[in-house]
């Protein structure tokens, strides 16, 4: 594969998170070979998301308006406000049908390792729309992980500073889970928060 | 992620093989906030190799000219001729330099299972190219798997009855590698093959 066009397709096809030299091959003989009207789909659909997607002012998301749907919907209760890491996080929420308040999408977690840290999430933005939008109760939703974890507490103590209330998601044991098979910090903290 | 912009890229991203709804997720997440102009790098490459690639008229590779680099090659020998499943394999064989034949490149091999038959593999393309050009030698280098040994086998016996000599890479234990950790097929064939 020495043909220039090939080359900078394979190059290009390596942006893409956890695609190496090797996939990166096999997804351009893939396409040429196999698939040319899917890769001229792939190509415009790159181009048309590139310039029509932006943030939602409100809540940060990924959104092709001014605001995203939810941010839109004036049925949503302002009074809760649900930080998440990304739009899929959001959306696992949503899906859920449990949650009527708005969302706050940091796109992102505090992860100093890979140097990103308060300023590289959203969190100025949030607390300026904080300030704009008083919300009664901010729920952190990001994820259980070390640095899902820091992100939340970096969050909540800008908060709680502020005079917020602030809650967590509630850490347990998952929904048709056996005892058994649950890792035993789960089980502690299920211990610890039981109601 | 509800938006249409955003849920064609998500499906757009599918086509590449190995990714799945959640990779292509995670795939248009990164790039629409990490790397946009990797993104239209990409949609760029894309267009540009599906308009400018097509097949070389002599080997059956991708090219963006009428003949590809090797068979464009005055200094090739053209009486062997070597047959390999992609261009990654050419590239391959061309990067040990011990090479100096011309190839043909069957794009495929044969898979019934998959329902990849003769007819899809360049078997007929390749029968047309050694009546017009014959070679004293053809060596398959198609893969040693199951898949592989079948499509050196079908076409090894359609060109042993037009009368052409045929060999087979050699199938043996590999270059560094430790006996110990050899799997038994592979030594078995090397003692078979031992000169």
């Avoid at 009207?37 to 959104?63: K, N, P, Q, S, Y």
């Avoid at 974890?149 to 044991?173: D, Q």
Wanted: some cysteine; hydrophobic content about 40%; proline content about 4%.
């Amino acid at each position: 594969m020495s043909e220039a066009r090939l080359l900078s397709l394979v190059e290009a096809l390596r942006i893409l998170p956890g695609v190496g030299v090797k996939s990166a091959q096999r997804m351009a003989f893939h396409l040429l070979q196999h698939d040319r009207e899917g890769a001229m789909r792939l190509a415009t659909a790159l181009d048309g998301a590139v310039h029509d997607i932006r943030h939602c002012e409100r809540c940060h998301t990924f959104t092709e308006h001014t605001l995203c749907d939810v941010c839109a919907d004036p049925e949503r209760d302002a009074n809760v406000l649900c930080i998440v890491e990304t739009p899929a996080d959001q959306s696992a929420l949503e899906r859920t049908g449990s949650y009527k308040g708005l969302y706050f999408v940091l796109m992102g977690r505090l992860s100093p390792l890979d140097g990103v840290g308060v300023r590289d999430i959203g969190v100025g933005p949030l607390l300026e729309r904080i300030e704009r939008e008083p919300a009664a109760e901010v729920i952190l939703a990001t994820s259980f992980t070390a640095e899902g974890e820091a992100t939340a507490h970096v969050i909540g103590e800008a908060l709680k500073a502020r005079g917020i209330t602030v809650s967590r998601l509630a850490r347990g044991v998952p929904a048709g889970s056996e005892l058994e098979y649950v890792d035993l910090s789960t089980i502690a903290h299920a211990l610890a928060d039981r109601r």
